[in-house]
């Protein structure tokens, strides 16, 4: 079974940015998810295992950008202008090849707290 390794999260201002990442033990499609207080986890962005298929929520387009290393195995969201709605718990995922189905367990996730 895969195993994925979330880290990079932190508090920051709005207006400020963050880079998560997410350390898989074999090459996969990654997502990115999170979740707040009382909510449902949400779908954030996905890459696909060679890098050439990305996908957003429309609520992040614009701001974040995920990204991977197949050297390290790892996958990035490089989250810039960030907003206070965007404080959650992000977790990291596998994905199916069309990026469209979560595969697997979920880690620990990594918090990200935004203050206005």
């Known amino acids: 079974q895969v195993q994925l390794v979330e880290s990079g999260g932190g508090s920051v201002q709005a207006g400020g940015s963050l880079r998560l990442s997410c350390e898989a033990s074999?090459?996969?499609?990654v997502g990115w998810y999170r979740q707040t207080a009382g909510k449902e986890r949400e779908f954030v962005s996905a890459i696909n295992s060679h890098g050439g298929s990305t996908r957003y929520v429309e609520s992040v387009k614009g701001r974040f950008t995920i990204s991977r290393d197949n050297v390290k195995n790892t996958v990035y969201l490089r989250m810039a202008k960030l907003k206070p709605e965007d404080t959650a718990v992000y977790f990291c995922?596998?994905?199916?090849?069309?990026?469209?189905?979560?595969?697997?367990?979920w880690g620990q996730g990594t918090r990200v707290t935004v203050s206005s």
């Open positions: 995922s596998r994905m199916s090849s069309t990026l469209k189905i979560r595969r697997g367990s």
């Open positions: 074999e090459r996969t499609s």
